[in-house]
């Protein structure tokens, strides 16, 4: 007996020894970006954890000793952040702000999201680059971008672009919102509302709305976390596409390959001889994600009271190491070269995303507030 758990642990140290180079880093990552995110509200956690993995990344420290550890379970580690990020989410919470806010909510979210991946594409980005930055620009910054990654397959330089721009325009919504509110002057519950539903980043968010007060900032943070809750339904959605869009291209591959088997079939039939044809299936991504399943579920779980708030506050904690470690490990896979060729185009689509959501959603509360 004690042979056989002697080999089991020396199996697991087998298995294992070889992460925990880059696993130390990584964690060595996390907590320099977490502290980082805590001194200051312009730049999340999330968003340092990525630029710290990208400096590793391009420079000579990145050892290769360092990458099986760097990058194992960054995907999902970020799932599993996404998951718990849904117990922050309590649905009496957000339905307390009535119907025409949360038909405002839905229709921002939707139209920013279909207004961006149009324009992306349009643009020259792929349809899973423009995903990512309608993701982004459209529910909650890089933890939407984090969740969406995984389910339209997006390269590492995709990922850290749509991150690169939410964080910069968010940046410029902290200055520009006051400034706008300074000429508009909106009542603080209507400010709050606008920046819940404007401004990508929760954490900037939070930045914007307290310029104005208590109450600005109290409204500001629920319409945002409605905004979040939208990331379930627009995963589930973009999901169930890219299954259509599998479906319908192996469907054309089958057809045009049907019909070269016909004229080979055609041709052997003269000749006497046997013939045999095949078809090939389509990779289907799964109608709703695991991931998006788990986050609905802590949603419910936080709606009805079965957590406690010490637990709360873990799993709070737990969502942001988890998403910063996943971010990290993302940005250590970038090109920053790669980067910086393809950027214009996404600032492009930033500068409009940013501008059209900014437009609508004042639109909507001032119509709201009429």
């Known amino acids: 007996m004690p042979s056989a758990t002697s080999s089991r642990v020396a199996d697991l140290r087998t298995r294992t020894g070889p992460l925990v180079p880059g696993l130390a880093v990584v964690a060595a990552g996390v907590a320099v ?15 340092i ?19 099986p550890g760097v990058k194992a379970g960054t ?15 309590a649905l009496p919470d957000i339905l307390a702000l009535g119907f025409q806010v949360l038909a405002l909510i839905i229709a921002c979210v939707a139209l920013s999201y279909v207004f961006t991946l149009s324009v992306g594409m349009r643009l020259g980005l792929t349809r899973a680059g423009a995903t990512l930055m309608a993701a982004g620009f ?27 721009m939410v964080t910069l ?41 307290g310029t104005a007060g208590a109450t600005a900032l109290a409204v500001a943070t629920v319409v945002k976390l409605g905004r979040v809750l939208m990331l379930a339904p627009v995963a589930a959605v973009t999901s169930f596409g890219m299954r259509r869009r599998a479906v319908i291209a192996s469907s054309r591959r089958t057809a045009a390959e049907g019909i070269g088997i016909n004229a080979f079939n055609a041709e052997n039939t003269v000749s006497g001889r046997t013939t045999v044809s095949t078809t090939s ?6 109608m709703v994600p695991f991931f998006v399943v788990g986050f609905l579920a802590m949603v419910a779980l936080r709606s009805i009271g079965l957590v406690p708030e010490a637990a709360l506050q873990a799993a709070s904690v737990a969502a942001t190491l ?26 492009a689509v930033g ?9 609508i959603s004042l639109a909507g509360v001032l119509l709201i507030q009429a």
């Not at 988890?322 to 185009?345: E, H, S």
């Open 351 to 359: 500068a409009l995303s940013t501008g059209f959501l900014g437009g």
């Open 75 to 89: 995907k999902k580690l970020l799932r599993a952040g996404v998951v718990l990020l849904g117990l922050q989410l």
């Open 169 to 209: 325009y968010g940046s410029l919504m902290i200055l520009a919102l006051p400034l706008l509110n300074g000429l508009l002057g909106l009542s603080e519950e209507s400010f709050g509302m606008w920046s819940g539903l404007a401004v990508h980043e929760v954490a900037q968010v939070v930045a914007v709305a």
């Open 33 to 47: 970006a977490v502290w980082l995110g805590s001194v200051q509200t312009v730049i999340g956690s999330l968003v």
């Open 322 to 347: 988890l998403l910063a470690a996943g971010m990290f490990g993302l940005g250590a896979g970038i090109d920053i070269r790669q980067l910086v060729r393809t950027g214009r185009r996404a600032v």
């Open 138 to 164: 459209s529910i909650c910054g890089a933890s939407a971008v984090a969740g969406l990654q995984g389910i339209v397959n997006a390269d590492d330089d995709e990922i850290a672009s749509a991150v690169a």
């Open 49 to 67: 954890a990525l630029m710290l993995g990208v400096l590793l990344g391009n420079t000579g420290l990145y050892r290769p000793v360092l990458r």
């Open 281 to 286: 299936g389509a990779t289907r991504t799964p």
